[in-house]
């Protein structure tokens, strides 16, 4: 089963981090350091780091003149093309001060479907991580169809946390937690704890306030089902928390994963 509780987190043998476009692009491009430092961190503590990252097609926006996201498959498929190496660039770029080696990793969902490639997926990833490579997963997006899409990252990255048996994935957003009302209402309560299967019917949660992101809150709960039913517990909150959330701080929101199940 995943970790009981956030403060093992700090110990953890696996941890699958997601990141968002909007946390580490655009206006927010100087927290890619910040989110680096902290993986960098947890990597020489000897813990297995798997970044799930968005931001091929928003990295490749300003490159092609664009201020807003293409409707067209055909367009956000080249904006991916452009920006795929530029955002893996980055991310290289900031891990040498470590002397990290990043693998890049692209997948579809065709890729996780289907037994073959699925235990091909794991296989690398596990080989990378033996090699103390830091793998960044991202949806292959130009050539991924609007048929056989993820969606958003989330959802990618709670298949990957399953896939490689982590124990625990971190889904990074703008906002800090889990609120009971969206966090811009006066009065909105942070959710410290979810235990497994409990109704959230009655919190309101919002979607994606971002012009470059697809998630928001409701594709991190949906995401965050989805790993939890599998055994993976999950930690909601803001990539400004990054390093105190890998060191076992009381920030965000934790999931308990299911209680049954023996990872």
């Known amino acids: 089963m995943g970790l009981?509780?956030?403060?093992?987190?700090?110990?953890?043998?696996?941890?699958?981090?997601?990141?968002?476009?909007?946390?580490?692009?655009?206006?927010?491009?100087?927290?890619l350091e910040l989110l680096v430092d902290a993986l960098a961190k947890s990597?020489?503590?000897?813990?297995?780091?798997?970044?799930?990252s968005s931001g091929a097609i928003a990295t490749g926006m300003p490159l092609l003149g664009m201020d807003s996201k293409p409707e067209d498959l055909a367009t956000s498929?080249?904006?991916?093309?452009?920006?795929?190496?530029?955002?893996?660039?980055?991310?290289q770029q900031s891990l040498e001060r470590f002397g990290i080696v990043a693998g890049q990793v692209l997948l579809t969902a065709g890729d996780l479907e289907a037994i073959e490639t699925r235990e091909n997926a794991k296989r690398?990833?596990?080989?990378?991580?033996?090699?103390?490579?830091?793998?960044?997963?991202n949806e292959n997006d130009t050539v991924a169809t609007q048929e056989i899409r993820f969606?958003?990252?989330?959802?990618?990255?709670?298949?990957?946390?399953?896939l490689v048996k982590a124990d625990a994935l971190i889904l990074l957003s703008d906002v800090d937690a889990l609120y009971d009302?969206?966090?811009?209402?006066?009065?909105a309560k942070?959710?410290?704890?979810?235990?497994?299967?409990?109704?959230?019917?009655?919190?309101?949660?919002g979607g994606s306030s971002s012009a470059v992101g697809t998630g928001g809150a409701v594709t991190k709960v949906s995401a965050a089902r989805v790993a939890t039913d599998s055994g993976v517990s999950v930690l909601l909150t803001s990539t400004d928390l990054v390093a105190q959330a890998l060191e076992g701080a009381e920030v965000g929101t934790w999931f308990e994963s299911d209680p049954s199940i023996n990872n």
């Open 4 to 31: 009981q509780d956030r403060s093992e987190l700090a110990t953890a043998k696996r941890v699958v981090v997601k990141v968002g476009s909007s946390s580490i692009t655009g206006a927010n491009e100087g927290k």
């Open 43 to 52: 990597h020489a503590a000897g813990v297995e780091v798997i970044l799930v």
């Open 77 to 91: 498929q080249a904006l991916a093309s452009v920006g795929q190496s530029r955002l893996i660039s980055r991310y």
């Open 124 to 137: 690398a990833m596990d080989r990378l991580v033996s090699l103390r490579v830091l793998p960044i997963v």
């Open 151 to 162: 969606g958003d990252n989330d959802k990618l990255a709670a298949m990957v946390a399953i």
């Open 181 to 187: 009302v969206p966090p811009s209402n006066p009065g």
């Open 190 to 205: 942070r959710i410290d704890y979810v235990g497994f299967d409990e109704d959230l019917s009655g919190v309101e949660i």
